[in-house]
């Protein structure tokens, strides 16, 4: 389990870390490396230089005016532990909490996560439900992209070759309640299902639903059926069975399926993990 | 395992059939193609370096593609066959065009993948969107120039 060999870079400001980027086709930025150093290890990649990018200063921690802003080299730990965002977001300190076990919670960062965009992962599911954007910086400027947006395919994302991303931020969203619910997989707790609930209640009735869906598809997506049949309703029985019908309706061509666990099974375990979400979200 | 799908044009079925046929138009659709050169004294069979890149693997594979039992202007068998990462990937996909009666095409393409050594072991809970992915950037980057070459 050793890499190939490679070279390496400690930059300590963004602006030397794109300077590197721009200077070396094929190097890859390090983070917390909890995706990349095993591929490495396998020799699934063997990229000839990695840019260690985590000791810019900055871009490790957690801010709240009004809206969320949680650095990119923020750690699942970070997040999980922070009471800024248990306060104004705490479906996303549940979906943190569950990533890999603790050693990696420790050292993999929200940054990489979402870069990394592994279809079975956690947190991307809750940034979409929350309408989150990731703030990119690059040659020729920062931008700024809408989660829904930035989760294009498999473990693919709108971000360029020469891109870093610096943050994460999490609009103002007042809610009633929210929760993130997954179905584990029993081997590697990678997410078989998992969905992002944020309710607002008037009264006991429902006056508007985010719902969230990975891990059963190709990426992290909204699910604009299951949010009209939660709207209005008094979150009765026959109003998730309605909003489990249209979820499942609207992932049907997102579909992703193995051996153990396959496209259809994920799609009913969809509804399922809807229901129970909503109710965990206090719905 | 098997992955389908199907595109509809609005161009004519010799006008579709000519690009399917065409060298550059199946080089230009591989996701990552590095090179795509004639095998000598071989009519329709190329070799080819793609460089793919997905989640954290990123490598070189080379390989040869094949066409065969080529009934013009209707189907053909397209034969993929390559290795890079310690895997072999094989596939091969038959693609058949219909004519349709306001003029356009419809285009089936049914294939079959097959994909062992170290990717599928590691890799085995992604291995079939991963396939399904790149067979959708495949046929969309044919249907691309289909459509251009109109």
């Known amino acids: 389990m050793w890499p190939a060999e490679f070279d390496y870079a400690r930059p300590s400001s963004v602006a030397e870390a794109l300077q590197l980027l721009a200077d070396n086709e094929d190097a890859k930025l390090l983070a917390g490396g909890h995706s990349l150093l095993p591929a490495m290890k396998l020799r699934l990649n063997e990229a000839p230089l990695l840019i260690d990018i985590s000791r810019i200063e900055g871009l490790g921690s957690i801010s709240n005016n009004g809206s969320l802003t949680i650095g990119a080299l923020c750690t699942h730990a970070d997040i999980a532990a922070s009471a800024d965002v248990q306060a104004s977001c705490s479906a996303l300190a549940t979906a943190t909490g569950m990533v890999g076990d603790q050693q990696v919670r420790n050292w993999g960062t929200l940054g990489g996560n979402v870069a990394h965009a592994d279809p079975a992962s956690d947190p991307p599911t809750v940034l979409v439900a929350f309408n989150a954007n990731i703030n990119i910086e690059g040659a020729s400027g920062g931008r700024s992209v809408a989660a829904a947006d930035f989760f294009i395919d498999l473990f693919t994302v709108d971000l360029e070759p ?45 006056s508007g639903a985010h719902v969230a ?39 049907a061509n997102d579909l992703i399926g193995d051996m153990s666990f396959p496209e259809a099974y994920r799609q009913e375990m969809a509804g399922v993990y809807l229901k129970r979400a909503v109710r965990a979200a206090g719905g | 395992m098997k992955l389908d799908g199907t595109y509809l044009f609005r161009e004519k079925r010799e006008q579709v059939w000519s690009t399917l046929m065409d060298p550059e138009a199946i080089s230009g659709a591989i996701p990552g193609v590095e090179e795509f050169v004639p095998v000598e004294d071989e009519q329709h069979a190329w070799r080819a370096i793609a460089k793919v890149s997905m989640a954290a693997v990123s490598g070189r594979f080379t390989g040869q593609v094949r066409m065969s039992e080529i009934q013009a202007p209707v189907s053909y068998r397209l034969t993929v066959s390559g290795e890079g990462q310690g895997s072999i990937i094989s596939g091969n996909v038959v693609m058949r065009l219909v004519e349709r009666d306001d003029g356009g095409t ?45």
Request: proline share 4%.
């Open chain 1, 213 to 251: 869906v990975g891990g059963a598809t190709v990426r992290a997506m909204r699910s604009p059926g299951a949010e009209a049949a939660l709207r209005g309703s008094s979150l009765d029985d026959a109003a998730l069975d309605a909003a489990a019908a249209a979820l499942k309706d609207d992932i």
């Open chain 2, 106 to 150: 419809v285009l089936h393409w049914d294939a079959e993948a097959n994909i062992s050594g170290k990717l599928a072991r590691i890799g085995q809970r992604l291995i079939k969107a991963a396939a399904n992915m790149m067979s959708k950037r495949f046929f969309g980057n044919l249907a691309r120039q289909i459509r251009e070459a109109a």
């Open chain 1, 162 to 206: 020469g891109e870093i991303i610096t943050s994460i931020e999490i609009p103002a969203h007042p809610h009633e309640g929210c929760a993130y619910v997954k179905m584990p997989h029993p081997a590697s707790r990678y997410a078989v299902v998992g969905i992002c609930v944020v309710l607002h209640k008037d009264g006991d009735s429902c």
